[in-house]
């Protein structure tokens, strides 16, 4: 099966999406407009190299907020699976479950990797008005950091 | 190439950092750790072994990273560690943290203060004020802004290396950088 991910680029307008944060809250992308929006797809919850990603994004989280930014990671683990991780991990922002249809945002950003049945890990930086200012494709096993994030949120021309 | 093409060491080494070597050395190898997370720990044979092969051709310097969502004494060791650099004794510190026999606990670093000939009420002082808190942070921040993604993170001449860390690994991509 040939499988082709090309998470979507900057300039074009974010697709929107709602997605259960929770098993009784749903987040939708455009109700967030008005502000910077980070959206992290990552493969798995409680796989080594996510968890490091998350627990770095989770300490980092006061810096995104200083650009006023929500910051959402994305897997197509259930919202059962994502509570028991974020607890784990002591993560206090939301992380969306791309479940069901199975990887259906991921795969509307980009970087659904049909192969795995996995998003592949890639970074999205929204500006308030819900354009893409940036997007990243991680190398396979590697955790991309926070610096990308930040560089892309200090270009935003309110910040 | 097991180097990143895009994140690379933001704060340049200088006077502010705990180096071994001569600064200004063919290779400097700076690594992001955290007192906490056991891959450091492994990782720190894996630095010394590095320092005897390649001698004086090698500055080393450690910046805290700790993540302290997962290692919860991680913060308090780096804290720890930078009280004892005050004072002229981070390499014993450092070391005595790495090396420890049993699981972190403030008693603990009091008790490896010690052993490196820190004053303990002054050691347990500076913790309870948070003294050295703001320049752990600066540690981490200058991390986060270098593409620092867990721990340990080695920057080899400031290029981020994102291999294995491992004593042949690591060599391998000194000697490409070394040409």
């Given amino acids: 099966m040939t499988n082709s991910i090309a998470p979507l680029p900057a300039g074009t307008t974010a697709p929107d999406f709602t997605l259960k944060a929770s098993s009784d809250k749903e987040i939708t992308l455009s109700g967030l407009r008005g502000q910077p929006v980070i959206l992290a797809f990552y493969p798995a919850d409680w796989s080594p190299t996510c968890s490091d990603q998350m627990a770095l994004f989770q300490q980092v989280l006061p810096e995104f907020e200083r650009f006023g930014a929500q910051l959402l990671g994305v897997s197509v683990d259930s919202v059962w699976c994502h509570k028991a991780f974020a607890a784990d991990r002591g993560l206090t922002f939301p992380i969306l479950a791309d479940f069901h249809p199975h990887g259906a945002v991921s795969d509307l950003y980009g970087t659904f990797n049909a192969e795995s049945g996995m998003a592949a890990r890639s970074l999205f930086v929204l500006d308030k008005d819900g354009v893409i200012a940036w997007s990243y494709l991680a190398p396979p096993g590697v955790n991309p950091g926070a610096d990308g994030i930040l560089a892309a949120l200090e270009a935003l021309p309110d910040s | ?179």
């Fill in chain 2, 1 to 179: 190439m097991s180097f990143s093409n895009e994140s690379k060491l933001t704060l340049p080494v200088g006077d502010r950092d705990h180096g071994q070597g001569t600064p200004g050395s063919p290779i400097t190898l700076v690594e992001y750790g955290d007192y906490e997370c056991p891959h450091c720990i492994a990782a720190h044979s894996v630095v010394r072994e590095i320092q005897r092969a390649l001698g004086n051709d090698l500055f080393f310097v450690f910046r805290n990273f700790p993540l302290t969502t997962s290692h919860p004494h991680a913060q308090i060791a780096a804290e720890a560690a930078e009280a004892a650099g005050a004072q002229g004794r981070f390499w014993q510190m450092h070391d005595a943290i790495l090396e420890r026999n049993s699981s972190l606990s403030e008693d603990l670093l009091l008790e490896l203060g010690n052993g490196v000939g820190l004053d303990p009420s002054a050691l347990a002082q500076s913790l309870a004020d948070g003294t050295f808190k703001e320049r752990v942070r600066e540690d981490f921040m200058s991390g986060v802004r270098s593409g620092v993604n867990g721990t340990p993170t080695f920057f080899v001449n400031e290029r981020r290396y994102d291999g294995f860390a491992d004593f042949d690994s690591l060599m391998d991509a000194i000697d490409a950088i070394k040409g």
